[in-house]
């Protein structure tokens, strides 16, 4: 069964705490993205990589920080200097020149 | 860097009508502009996408069209169902063969009335 697979889909943490957010795709897309979403907005670009061992910020990486030690994987930290973590984090993946990208179910991260 | 603007924020249809959403975006070496559709809870879904070769693209009751003189495009949804309500965004990037940072709309909630 291919796709996209986020866990866990609800996350509770306490403030100060980092926590980890888990992104796998079995689709063989080379491209793995971060993204973002406040209620009523948009979706904002927080990292992405294109090739294993290699990534770019997005628009609102400071707090965060990810890594691509494996192509299917790509998970997300949410660092204690991220000022306003509460969001739903979405994931997704594309393949290099075709349509996309694809997004993953989005888990939903609350700081209390 | 990239600015997309997406209008209406809401939008209120009966069913089998059209609607129309409209997007603009201000960087001109952008490329590749595809739309999403988002229900309640879950992750955007990919519905149609366009590159900025072509003006115009077609699947059953979606269409999307480009103006890249004008630097703005369209979703056009005919025959609307009760099942097309959803959170619909737009997104613009200029994607390339290294994969795509899209820079998305804030989002048009489309309600459809039976």
């Known amino acids: 069964d291919g796709g996209i697979t986020q866990s866990p889909k609800y996350l509770f943490r306490k403030e100060g705490q980092n926590v980890t957010l888990s992104c796998e795709q079995n689709?063989?897309?080379?491209?793995m993205y971060w993204y973002r979403q406040d209620p009523g907005q948009g979706l904002r670009l927080i990292y992405y990589?294109?090739?294993?061992?290699?990534?770019q910020k997005g628009d609102i990486a400071e707090g965060y920080s990810v890594s691509r030690e494996k192509k299917e994987s790509f998970p997300l930290t949410v660092t204690s200097a991220q000022k306003n973590p509460t969001a739903f984090y979405l994931c997704?993946?594309?393949?290099?020149?075709?349509?996309?990208?694809?997004f993953g179910p989005g888990t939903r991260l609350t700081v209390l | 860097g990239e600015n997309v603007e997406q209008h209406p924020s809401t939008l209120s249809v009966q069913e089998g009508d059209s609607a129309v959403i409209k997007c603009t975006y201000s960087?001109?070496?952008?490329?590749?502009f595809p739309w999403y559709k988002q229900e309640l809870g879950k992750g955007p879904q990919l519905i149609i996408d366009?590159?900025?070769?072509?003006g115009e693209k077609k699947d059953q009751r979606i269409a999307v069209t480009l103006n890249k003189t004008a630097k703005h495009f369209s979703l056009h949804i005919t025959e609307t169902q009760p099942e097309d309500s959803a959170v619909y965004f737009c997104?613009?990037?200029?994607?390339?063969?290294?994969?795509?940072?899209?820079?998305f709309g804030k989002g048009t909630s489309l309600l459809v009335t039976p």
């Open positions: 689709l063989n897309h080379d491209a």
């Open positions: 366009i590159r900025s070769n072509v």
């Open positions: 960087d001109s070496a952008s490329n590749y």
């Open positions: 997104a613009a990037s200029k994607g390339t063969n290294s994969g795509y940072a899209l820079n």
């Open positions: 997704a993946s594309s393949l290099l020149g075709a349509s996309g990208p694809f």
């Open positions: 990589s294109q090739i294993v061992n290699d990534f």
